[in-house]
Nanobody, 114 residues
Framework: QVQLVESGGGLVQAGGSLRLSCAAS????????MGWYRQAPGKQRELVAV??????TNYADSVKGRFTISTNAKKTVYLQMNSLKPEDTAVYYC?????????WGQGTQVTVSS
């Protein structure tokens, strides 16, 4: 069993910053990919950023240059979000891939006011 605990969401004004964290625990031998997705009201869940075990990253075009994904040796993934825009408002979900198996966090709300 794998557990993902997210933190760091909240309310921020446009132009501000937030840092999301997601700590993975449980029966984890190796993590292939860790990432963040988001879902705005009335929209489908979309990829925000992912990072592989080798350190390769991939970002949605809408967040390139503003968001940075990183990990540490303790199975935690971070999402540093700068220059936030109202359109970044969504529930952000942590995702971990262990081989073919996907695990999701409970989601954390990010609200950016204009």
């Amino acid at each position: 069993q794998v557990q993902l605990v997210e933190s760091g969401g909240g309310l921020v004004q446009a132009g501000g910053s937030l840092r999301l964290s997601c700590a993975a625990s449980g029966r984890i031998f190796s993590i292939d990919i860790m990432g963040w997705y988001r879902q705005a009201p009335g929209k489908q869940r979309e990829l925000v950023a992912v990072i592989s075990s080798g350190g390769s990253t991939n970002y949605a075009d809408s967040v390139k240059g503003r968001f940075t994904i990183s990990t540490n040796a303790k199975k935690t993934v971070y999402l540093q979000m700068n220059s936030l825009k109202p359109e970044d408002t969504a529930v952000y979900y942590c995702n971990v891939m262990l081989g073919p198996n996907a695990y999701w966090g409970q989601g954390t709300q990010v609200t950016v006011s204009s």
